[in-house]
């Protein structure tokens, strides 16, 4: 342990560079106008991967390339590591405390947009292999792929295509979230994910409100109405047909959750029982945009249209087709006033179940717990990692490990996304004493 520890400390500044190498690239697959700086980027991360002596190939399936690096090693089992170069939108810029596209560097953290989620996992990929100069003990297969953010679309594609270039006995995921700062986690379910545009319709063009207003409905009443039934007084999802579920007995104070989240001085928490079942193990919904007219532009006109974006994560066990027809079914048999309703369908990705036991744990939770020095808690994620179902689906028999670079304080998708340095180098530490522990 002393040498490799060693090893990767060495190697750490090196890594560290080529992770902000990476962050300057706005590698952002929901906006086209990036596609060339996904090209780039996956061509930097094809680079890197050449550097470690790895036979590397970019694919594609009719959607973002990705990079499958391999090296085998006779005798020993095969290790397929996975990232995603591909990050969120910035969102509002004037959010950020620093440019989101250059690392800066605050209390011990590293702040830009992919540092965490999920640069930072495949920087912990290369400072492992590195710690081995390029030759670890075991069978390496190096998957990063750029849709991840967008819902992998391809993903099923790309592995039924490169079935025998990405087949592995241990998958090992970097893009889930620790317990806390300094204290690992193996994530053990994941919610999955569906969404929909719903638009209402009452008229087929606007009218003067105080000239009918009183006996023609306006869409974006209607629409507020609608968006109000998906919750009950409680604030439990109200959507017949969903899944719910239990999650483990993991304490999760109220004056941590208020910490992390910035819940403002009075706001009620959602829905019945723990916050774990709430985040976890339960259904939730959220209207994530409105297309209405702005304040700024408002008449007093009867809206004839509107439209929102609904998104819902679904539980472990649920399926997302069995979902999409229960949030179906209940925008259109809960619409007001008799106004025409249409629902789109959107993305879609499975929960999951991921298995912790076998040998490969055993390895997995020694070397965790070697690495940060504590052992690893065992949690559920209320984000959605659909590809984790896929890998599930195209490889039955392989081991799944979902790890995470990230923190409770790391702000994924959000405004000054973060990585916190010490947890980066044990984590660091801890999957190349995992890759050691598997050789035979």
Sequence with gaps: ????????????????????????????SADPAHDADLLRCAAEVARLAGELGLEVRTVSADGKPAIIARREVPGQPMVCLYAHYD????????????????VDQRDGRWFGRGVADDKGGLAVHLAALRAFAGTPPVGITLFVEGEEEIGSPSLAALLAQNAASLAADVFVIA??????????????????????VVEVSTLDHALHSGQYGGIVPDALTVLCRLLATLHDERGDVAIAGLVSGRGPALEYP????????GVLPGVQYLGRGPATDQIWTKPSVTV??????????????????AQAKISVRLAPGDTSASAMRALRAHLEANVSWGAHVR??????????????????????????????GVAPVFVGQGGSIPM????????????????????PDSRMHGADESLRLDDFGKACLAEALFLARLAR
Aim: net charge negative; with cysteine.
């Design 254 to 261: 109220p004056e941590r959750l208020a910490q992390e989240t």
């Design 288 to 305: 994530l945009a409105i297309d209405a007219t702005s304040v700024a532009q408002a008449s007093n006109t009867l809206a004839p249209s």
């Design 343 to 372: 629902v789109t369908d959107g993305s879609a990705g499975e929960p999951a179940v991921v298995p912790f036991e076998g040998p490969v744990a055993a390895a997995a939770l020694a070397a965790f717990s070697d690495g940060f």
């Design 175 to 196: 893009d889930s979230v620790n317990w806390a700062a300094g204290v690992p986690a193996f994530t053990t379910t994941l919610r999955g994910l569906i969404d929909c």
């Design 1 to 28: 342990m002393d040498a490799l520890k060693e090893a990767v400390l060495g190697v750490l500044p090196g890594v560290l560079d080529d992770l902000a190498a990476l962050v300057r690239i706005p590698s952002v």
């Design 87 to 102: 990050v969120q939108p910035t969102g509002e810029l004037s959010q950020w405390s620093s440019d989101p596209f250059e």
């Design 388 to 407: 984790v179902a896929d890998f599930q689906t195209a490889f039955p028999e392989a081991s799944i490990l979902v790890t995470g670079v990230c923190d």
